[in-house]
């Protein structure tokens, strides 16, 4: 009897998992145990695949992300599975995967890449051999590992969504897998329905008009984008009429009291008349002051001004009721979407267009 058979079953009344002829040999090759050994927590680079079903289309310059490495560390551990675990799931893959490595990636791939060429002797790693047992659970764990972390370019993260639409069967299941509205679902996955052309242009014109234009009909597309634009730019030109220009130079006061000497305003008591003050003839060009009621008494009346008066509001209330609040554009569907991208909260949004998408297919279905 073996020590094994001796013992019995753990305490929790599990044994140990069985190893895989794959990873005996490893063992016998490295000298390294496999049984009842805890999963490592770091890897030499090179015995970990690539993963064949990375949703990014290309990896890009990882210059800045391998400097980021060498300089300041690995912050975040990737998710790995043992390379039996992962052709068991997904046996059409092994000559996809890169030969005399021992563990495959599944959320990680850019660092994996970025620490080789870094020249990392390890990298931080956790093995979860539980992100699928067959292949479309396996593209799901590597996909939406990057929706939800939200780094993929955008026509990456409109394939994948496709990908997981396909295994999902319908853009509300999906949406609510991902924990999503069904309209963002729906604004990304437009992009795929954009024509060749203006594709090309993801990342030099906005994304949402791009995710607008793309349920139009390709022949359309060009035409409903130069539309959005220019309304995009009539709101902002309209924005910047109403907003008031910080430079301009404030009013004048006409309110304003004339300087008067203080000797001017003696009190007047037991009905004496006020003390007048000796007037100074003025300079030419200037004008004489005012002086209030005791000043103009002893200017002759030929020379006599009005008292200043108090400023009308007239012209003020005349501009305010001039600037009226701007009515929502209700026949331009173009501004009116303009206007509730950049103003309506993204929840919300969503909510909105969820129930206009709905409202569009019940308008679309034949009337029974």
Known sequence: MSKADALGAGRFGGGVRPISARRQAVAAATGVPTAGVAPPTELPPHRISLNPDNPRSSLGDLTDLA??????????????????????????????????TTYVVIDGSSRLAAAREANLHVVKVMVSDDQGTNAEELLESALVANIHRQDLEELDEARALQRLLAIHGSQRALAKRLHRSQGWVSQRLALLNLAPELQSLIGTEPIDLLRAVGNKPQDQQQAALAELKAARMRTSAEAAATKPDRHAPEPKQHNESVAVPEEDYTAITGGAKPRESQQEAPQQGETEP????AA??????????????????????????NQQPK???????????????????????????DLLIKHRDSQRAPSA
Do not use: C, W
């Not at 060498?70 to 030969?99: C, F, S």
């Not at 005012?290 to 009621?293: D, P, Q, S, T, V």
């Not at 103003?343 to 909510?351: D, G, T």
């Open 67 to 100: 400097g980021s490495l060498r300089t300041h560390g690995q912050k975040q551990a990737i998710t790995v599975m043992n390379r039996d675990a992962y052709l068991k799931a997904n046996p059409d893959r092994e000559t996809d995967l890169e030969p005399d």
């Open 290 to 293: 005012e002086l209030g009621a």
């Open 296 to 321: 103009s008494a002893s200017v002759p009346d030929g020379r006599r001004e009005p008292m200043p008066s108090v400023p009308e509001q007239s012209a003020v209330d005349s501009a305010t009721r």
């Open 327 to 353: 009515r929502f554009p209700y026949r331009d569907g173009a501004e009116a979407a303009l206007h509730l991208i950049h103003k309506m909260p993204a929840e919300e949004f969503n909510k909105m267009l």
